[in-house]
């Protein structure tokens, strides 16, 4: 059992002065890790919020269970204090990626926010987070959605594998975000599948944000790429830069973020790994200021 939490580089109230501070940028866009999959950007004071979890929902549930959800880092953020979110987003409906402690009080305190999802999700995403059912904006692959300069591009995901609903719409899935000049992925939770290369690669992604936790059947649930996968997956697509993520988080669910770097110096990929709360600043040419 972890004695002490990871500590988060930021939190709370000064997290939220620090995205204040940028908040007029209109050169560079911003980029925070929430912790496991969440992200949180900001491009000329617009934020979107990516698959956040911030609360101890799974640590509670399965605290008595044969795979307790011991947690590693402490929580980066209240959700209570999330103000001026434009756009909130879930890539399927795993707790860590639809909470229901964490969506919840987003939703109620963000009026006019967005919520995309995959469509084949919204029987379950409505129930779940006590919504109308019109209310989420659905995505499948090959479909995109726009709100207020923000493309979403709907991108299948297989975890483990890709599952669709009766009318072909997928259960997992990705995104590439589209704004200004810029383009971004997130995969959600996903393994390796040889279509993704091909559908990713015309985007030519500024940032792909990977898991990297692996794919252990040991642990008894539902896998990902592993730090060599993530690695070679933003080599193939030609992503300037690759952000590690879904680790540090649960231990019996993590990897270790040092493999991942050994391997993207090996391959020559650029990264960033970022601590849980800390700012990345993305300018033209992103590759230029990052970690190799």
Known sequence: MTEQLIKAFKKDAE????????????????????????FLLQWKGKRVLIDPYLSDSLTKKYATSDKPHVRMSERVISPQLLKNILIVSSSHKHTDHLDAETLIPILKNNPGIKFIIPEANREF????????????????????????????????AKHNEIEKDANGNCRFMGYVITFGKYKVYHSGDTIWFDEMIDLLKPFAVDIAMLPINGNDPIRKVAGNLNCEEAARLGKAI????????????????????????????RINQPYKVLKGGEMLSVTKSPIAEFEK
């Open 238 to 265: 030609n992503a300037k830069t690759v952000i590690p993520c879904h680790y540090d988080m649960f231990e019996f669910n993590t990897a270790n973020v040092n493999d991942f770097i050994l391997e993207a110096r």
């Open 15 to 38: 997290l939220i002065s620090e995205m204040d501070s940028v908040a007029r940028d209109e050169k560079n866009f911003y980029l925070w890790w929430l912790g496991q999959s969440g």
């Open 125 to 156: 995403v409505t129930e779940r987070i006590k919504c109308e059912g019109e209310f989420p904006l659905g995505l499948n692959e090959g479909r995109s959605v726009t709100v207020d300069k923000f493309t979403f591009h709907g991108i299948p």
